[in-house]
């Protein structure tokens, strides 16, 4: 049915089980009818969670790149990232490399840095042939869906990542940080309270604590605001996994999540996210051409699994400010 916002003046279609979609029209000038409509599509974004906008025909980066900086002038720099992207123009990426037949599960981009963004952009110039759908699923939905006990214990001790970067699998901490000055990813790490150590072999292990869950900056919503189970061992292909701790041990593993107090999250649990998540999903595959703007706090995103050639852009804006919690400082034994 379509629904049209006071605000925004602006008709989205509302379907079960499907993102809210924008139809519109602009074949003569995308990047002028995203800059006017910036407001009230942040407005969708906020009120629903996430809006497809279909229509705008985007035919090359350069034209998504105009599109994607005229939403959000100020694009953030990705920081962290726990895998290598393409750089297109500042603050614009490429997808995360990841293998296209394995899933990528729900999550909040960045949700283990102490700025994360508050929307993520997405611009599609290429659509696979069979999956690929950047999924999403309400974060406050998917925390009144959990077991309370579960959740009591998440919000009073927070997540624990921890991170073993090297060539191999994810990014290598130079891509990560930005630079492979070690003084400088050092300085990083202590202003953004991240435990680190430098392994024998020149590698680094960092470890940060994290609350599970928190509150929109508008709507005042609680929602389950994490990478829990997508960085957890749990959600890893078996045999990668058993490669990964053949090869690197199981305090190596490139990324891993626990209990904010430091016990072990099991496949029961990291299953029964992936579970709920699943529950509450909407997606929408992608049209060549289509446009995606996703409340990076209301709601969580995932990768399907895919065939065929995929060019999907992202951008991240609007960095949220959020305290150390609880404030960790260098450690010698990560």
């Given at each position: 049915?379509?629904y049209?916002?006071?605000?925004?003046?602006?008709?989205?279609?509302?379907?079960?089980?499907?993102?809210?979609?924008?139809?519109?029209d602009?074949?003569?000038?995308?990047?002028?009818?995203?800059?006017?409509?910036?407001?009230?599509?942040?407005?969708?974004?906020?009120?629903?969670?996430?809006v497809?906008?279909?229509?705008?025909?985007?035919r090359?980066?350069?034209?998504?790149?105009a599109?994607?900086?005229?939403?959000?002038?100020?694009?953030?720099?990705?920081?962290?990232?726990?895998?290598?992207?393409?750089?297109?123009?500042?603050?614009?990426?490429?997808?995360?490399?990841?293998?296209?037949?394995?899933?990528?599960?729900?999550?909040?981009?960045?949700?283990?840095?102490?700025?994360?963004?508050?929307?993520?952009?997405?611009?599609?110039?290429?659509?696979?042939?069979?999956?690929?759908?950047?999924?999403?699923?309400?974060?406050?939905?998917?925390?009144?869906?959990?077991?309370?006990?579960?959740?009591r214990?998440?919000?009073?001790?927070?997540?624990?990542?921890?991170?073993?970067?090297?060539?191999?699998?994810?990014?290598?901490?130079?891509?990560?940080?930005?630079?492979?000055?070690?003084?400088?990813?050092?300085?990083?790490?202590?202003?953004?309270?991240?435990e680190?150590?430098?392994?024998?072999?020149?590698?680094?292990?960092?470890?940060?604590r994290?609350?599970?869950?928190?509150?929109?900056?508008?709507?005042?919503?609680?929602?389950?605001?994490?990478?829990?189970?997508?960085?957890?061992e749990?959600?890893?292909?078996?045999?990668?996994?058993?490669?990964?701790?053949?090869?690197?041990?199981?305090?190596?593993?490139?990324?891993n999540?626990?209990?904010?107090?430091?016990?072990?999250?099991?496949?029961?649990?990291?299953?029964?996210?992936?579970?709920?998540?699943?529950?509450?999903?909407?997606?929408?595959?992608?049209?060549?051409?289509?446009?995606?703007?996703?409340?990076?706090?209301?709601?969580?995103h995932?990768?399907e699994a895919?065939?065929?050639?995929r060019?999907?852009?992202?951008?991240?804006?609007?960095?949220?400010?959020?305290?150390?919690?609880?404030?960790?400082?260098?450690?010698?034994?990560?």
């Amino acid at each position: 049915m379509p629904y049209a916002t006071p605000s925004s003046l602006l008709e989205v279609d509302l379907h079960p089980g499907k993102p809210p979609i924008l139809h519109t029209d602009t074949a003569d000038d995308a990047p002028a009818w995203a800059a006017e409509h910036r407001q009230a599509l942040r407005t969708l974004a906020t009120e629903h969670g996430a809006v497809l906008v279909r229509g705008l025909r985007l035919r090359d980066a350069d034209q998504a790149c105009a599109v994607l900086h005229g939403l959000a002038p100020a694009l953030m720099t990705d920081m962290e990232a726990f895998a290598p992207r393409r750089t297109y123009t500042p603050g614009v990426y490429s997808s995360s490399a990841w293998p296209p037949n394995q899933p990528m599960c729900m999550h909040h981009e960045l949700s283990y840095t102490l700025r994360p963004p508050g929307l993520m952009l997405f611009a599609c110039l290429s659509a696979p042939a069979t999956g690929g759908a950047t999924a999403v699923a309400d974060a406050s939905t998917v925390l009144d869906a959990l077991p309370t006990e579960l959740v009591r214990r998440f919000e009073q001790e927070g997540w624990l990542l921890t991170r073993t970067y090297n060539d191999e699998i994810g990014a290598p901490y130079a891509e990560a940080f930005g630079t492979d000055d070690r003084a400088a990813v050092e300085d990083y790490c202590r202003t953004n309270a991240i435990e680190f150590a430098w392994q024998p072999d020149g590698g680094l292990r960092t470890r940060q604590r994290r609350p599970a869950v928190t509150t929109h900056p508008v709507t005042g919503r609680r929602c389950w605001f994490n990478q829990i189970a997508f960085l957890n061992e749990w959600t890893i292909e078996p045999e990668i996994r058993e490669y990964l701790i053949d090869v690197h041990g199981a305090e190596g593993l490139p990324f891993n999540t626990r209990f904010g107090g430091g016990d072990p999250i099991g496949p029961d649990i990291v299953r029964l996210l992936n579970d709920t998540y699943t529950a509450h999903t909407a997606r929408e595959p992608w049209q060549a051409g289509d446009l995606m703007l996703v409340d990076n706090v209301r709601t969580a995103h995932s990768r399907e699994a895919f065939q065929g050639p995929r060019e999907v852009l992202v951008a991240m804006a609007e960095p949220l400010r959020r305290a150390a919690w609880p404030p960790t400082g260098e450690v010698s034994d990560v």
